[in-house]
């Protein structure tokens, strides 16, 4: 599985962006994709996942409601949809695919990452 992650940018507070994730194949069955965001000197951080097979999604928080993760079988490509950026979404996104989990560990496959800078 090959992943490519793109759409980051420069995007003013409270933006919104649409990052991509292109993969070779999105029909295994049981896979997962991903995405993480890791900012300067910190932790690779999970944001949301969704099941390729059920289409079940996992957000990290559910309750902010400013992320949307979505799939494309057509276009073999998975979206995360970002509102209400805030400068602390800075960093560099990174799509992966492999276990349906909130863990970074449990993803055998990265993409390259995009940068995201939220600024004024």
């Known amino acids: 599985v090959q992943l490519q992650a793109s759409g980051g940018g420069l995007v003013q507070p409270g933006g919104s962006l649409t990052l991509s994730c292109a993969a070779s194949?999105?029909?295994?069955?049981?896979?997962?994709v991903g995405w993480f965001r890791q900012a300067p000197g910190k932790e690779r951080v999970f944001l949301a996942t969704i099941n390729l097979n059920t289409r079940h999604t996992t957000y990290r928080n559910p309750a902010e409601d400013r992320f949307t993760i979505s799939k494309d079988n057509a276009k073999n490509t998975v979206y995360l949809q970002k509102n209400n950026l805030k400068p602390d979404d800075t960093g560099v996104y990174y799509c992966?695919?492999?276990?349906?989990?909130?863990?970074?560990?449990?993803?055998?496959?990265w993409g390259q990452g995009t940068q995201v800078t939220v600024s004024s």
């Open positions: 194949v999105l029909t295994l069955d049981n896979y997962a």
């Open positions: 992966a695919a492999g276990d349906d989990s909130n863990y970074a560990d449990d993803y055998e496959y």
